[in-house]
Every structure is written in structure tokens, then in C-alpha cells.
């Protein structure tokens, strides 16, 4: 039953709890507006979760990290309360022929990242090349990057191909390390989408908050009122002014906020304001469990160059944050980016080979813990496709979320935030 409150005593109900609807429901909140955020799932995070294992493991339900410089990240999140641990800046590069080469500051000092000794991954103008995007970047601001209709139009191998880059380079370099980022190793991602991702590998870290990923969401979560959030609360249907819930509740709102993922907002939304759902891409996230290294960490990710590995990149994660592993063990994760067609046993199977061979015989010996296979993990950002959507559907419906403009964390936040911003100005 809708209750007979008037419009300002309502709440702008916020279907989502993810990181656009928290964004949005925190900018809210802070100006003093009324919110309740619905969320189908058990906990806030939507992508952004972490799940503890009995023996102490801390699995982030995906490969998934916080660059420092992301403006609207940096501008949102307390990074001091998350106790951010974070990469060394660079990569250990598998190359095809099974050599490995070591990549420190990779894109912060190219010319010194990729010495003599590195040649094997880039030619000379290569690197020359990567300092001259590097200082071109860093004249830009982000918003510049996205907005700019040039590499709008391009997707990345053609951008880097039209930029001079060796296939060399674009085989060894930039497909492990960009295809990681977008889980795509075709990188058939936008070039602006590209440049933005490239500037903030250039002027921030890498980091993942001491006890996981799922901290960022819940340290949003914890700054509104007790009440506003409902958790395994998914909605049905949404009307003029009211939502509905799979329950039959029907709860009224000032204004509604659709902060889900891509497919469920083209469900949820009338189909004459919301695009075609979203192209998707997957990854699968396997974690093992070794013994801790005698060693000091180096605390590098690990990316595969090679054209047909299953084990596409590999990263220690509790070197970077101790708390991601019990006393005496190590916590492996390991990305396969895309779809392989293959049941768990079988991928489990095919990675401890390529890690015997990659890490050592002891590799094969890891213990399988869990295994995520997310099919949707980042919306497709294809040559063409606008880094802003129109988010207001008309006077009392918005939406926001990562499909609305690039894949990423920054997008989901930028959008919340834009969203609340049009609230309060309506
Ligand atoms: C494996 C992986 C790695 C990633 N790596 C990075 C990275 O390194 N850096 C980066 O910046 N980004 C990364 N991302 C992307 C980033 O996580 C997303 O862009 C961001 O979390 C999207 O947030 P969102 O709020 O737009 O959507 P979501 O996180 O999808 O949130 C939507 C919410 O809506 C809820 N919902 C859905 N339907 C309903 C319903 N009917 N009723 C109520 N609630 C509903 C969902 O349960 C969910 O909580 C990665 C993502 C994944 C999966």
C-alpha cells in the first residue's frame, strides 16, 4: 500500500547498492535529502564484493583494483580508512616463448622500464613512443580524455597501430596489460577509454584496501542512516512515483533512481528510455592456495603473453595485503579473460599446468580454493559509444550505473554522483 505522505517526505528510493547507487545515495544524503536503496543481493558491493573463507581467505569475487588517481574515487573514498596496500607499479610479462621479463615503472619511466635487457618486449621508437602518449596524457584531464571525439571513434589496436607501435609491442605490452584492464585481449575497447586508463597507470598506484574490495562499497554503506539500506530486497517493476518489490510491497518515492547493472535497467525502465541491455565481458577468477615464500614479495602482477594461455594474469595478492591469506599461506588469484567453454574441473586442470610451468613443479600442488565466473563483469565500451549517457528519464526518473558511460568504478561513482546532483537541482 502507498502511504498518503507528501512528495518532500518521501524518499528518493534508489534500486541498486552498488557503487553508483551508494555514490548517489551518500551525495544525497550529505545534502540533507531523504534516501532507501533496495538491493536484491545480501551485502552492498554489487560487483565490488568479498566473500571470507573458513580458514581465513579473502576472495574478491573477481580480479579487481583501485587506481589511486580515479578523480572521482579519490574525491568519495576515505583511502586512509581502508589502509590501501598497494602494487608496485610495473608487471612481470610472460612472453610467448616462455622467457620472462621484468617491468618496473613501465609507464611512468618507460625509457628506464624498458632497458636493453627488455628489448625483446618493444623496439626502441616503442618505448620512446609510450613516454611520448605519457607526457601527452598528463596535459589532459581526465574528463578531457573521455569527451575527446577522436579516440572516441578509434578502438585501442587501432589507435596504437596509428600511433606507431610495433605489433611487437602491442603483442607483449599493451594486449596483457590493457586486455586485463578491460578483460578484453582483442582490445577492441575505445581509445578514449584507452588514454584515461593509460594517464592514471602514469600518475597513480594500484591499490586494494587492506581487507578486501568489498570495504570500498561498505565504507559508503556506513555513512548513511540506519535503515536506508534494504538488503535482499529485489524490485519487480517500477511506476510513476512508486516501486514495486518481488514481494507485492509497493513503496512510494519522490523520485526513483534505476543504479542497477546495464541488463536489469533495460528490464526494469520503459523501453523508449533505456538503450538496447549491454554486450558483456566475462572473466573467471580461480584462486589457489600455496605456501607462503621464504622470499621477500615483489609485489608485481604477473601478465601472460602468450596467444593461447588460459591463465591470462596472476597475482599474489597477499604479498600486496597480507590479511588476504592465513599465517603461512599465499592467496593466488588467477584471470581468464573472455569465454573458455570449460567446466571448473577442466579450467582448474588446464591452469595448474600453465602454472607449473610458469612458477615452478610446487605449482601444481596449489590448492584449488574457489573458482568466480562472472559473464558479467564489465559492459562492452566499443569505438563510438558515448562516455556520458543522458541519465534523467524524465522529472522523477534517473538512472545511473557503469553502463551508462565506461567500465569502470570512477564511471559508476561519476554517474551516482551526477544523478544526485540533478536531484538536488530539480
Ligand atoms: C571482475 C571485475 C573486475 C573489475 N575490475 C575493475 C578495476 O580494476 N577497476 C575499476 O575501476 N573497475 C573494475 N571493475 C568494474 C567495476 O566493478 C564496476 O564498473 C562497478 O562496480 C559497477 O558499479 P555499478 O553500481 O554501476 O553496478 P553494479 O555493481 O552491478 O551494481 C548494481 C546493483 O544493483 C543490484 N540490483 C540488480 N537488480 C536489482 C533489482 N531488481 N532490485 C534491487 N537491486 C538490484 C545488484 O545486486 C547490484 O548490487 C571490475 C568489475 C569486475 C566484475
Known sequence: ???????????VV????????????????RA??????????DAVGGRVRTDVTAEGFRLDRGFQVLQTKYPEVQ?????????????????????????????????????????????????????????????????????????????????TATFLRQYGWSEQIIDNFFRPFFGGVYLDRSLSTAANFFEFVFKHFVEGEV???????????????????????????????????????????????ATVVVATDGTTAAHLLPPASEPLPPQWRQTTCTYFA?????????????LN?????????????????????????????????????????ELTARLRQELAAWFGPAASQWQHLRTYVIPQALPVYAAGQPARQPLKLHDTLYRCGDHTAYPSLNAAIASGREVAEAILSA
Open 32 to 41: 540533507g535529502r531523504l534516501v532507501l536503496v533496495l538491493e536484491a543481493a
Open 305 to 345: 603473453a602468450a596467444p593461447d594461455a588460459l591463465a591470462h594474469n596472476v597475482a599474489f595478492s597477499s604479498d600486496v595485503s597480507s590479511a588476504y591469506a592465513p599465517a603461512g599461506q599465499q592467496l593466488v588469484s588467477v584471470s581468464t579473460h573472455g569465454e573458455h567453454g570449460l567446466s571448473e574441473e
Open 290 to 302: 600455496a605456501p607462503a615464500p621464504a622470499a621477500r614479495p615483489d609485489k608485481l602482477l604477473r
Open 14 to 29: 534508489i534500486i541498486g547498492a552498488g557503487m553508483a547507487g551508494l555514490a548517489c545515495a551518500c551525495y544525497l544524503h
Open 75 to 155: 574525491h568519495l573514498i576515505d583511502y586512509g580508512a581502508l589502509q590501501l596496500q598497494t602494487f608496485r607499479s610495473g608487471a612481470v610479462i610472460r612472453l610467448p616463448n616462455g622467457q620472462q621479463t621484468t617491468l618496473v615503472n613501465p609507464l611512468q619511466q618507460p625509457t628506464a622500464a624498458f632497458s636493453a635487457l627488455t628489448s625483446r618486449v618493444g623496439t626502441l621508437p616503442d618505448k620512446l613512443r609510450i613516454a611520448s602518449l605519457a607526457q601527452h596524457v598528463r596535459g589532459f584531464t581526465s574528463g578531457q580524455l573521455l569527451s575527446r571525439n577522436s579516440t572516441n571513434q578509434l578502438d
Open 207 to 253: 591499490a586494494i584496501p587492506a581487507l578486501g574490495m568489498q570495504q570500498i562499497p561498505e565504507q559508503l554503506a556506513a555513512r548513511l542512516p540506519q535503515g536506508s539500506i534494504r538488503l535482499n530486497t529485489p524490485v519487480s517493476a517500477i511506476r510513476e512515483l512508486e516501486v514495486e518489490l518481488t514481494t507485492g510491497e509497493i513503496l512510494a518515492a
Open 1 to 11: 500500500m502507498t502511504t498518503a505522505a507528501t512528495t518532500s517526505e518521501l524518499p
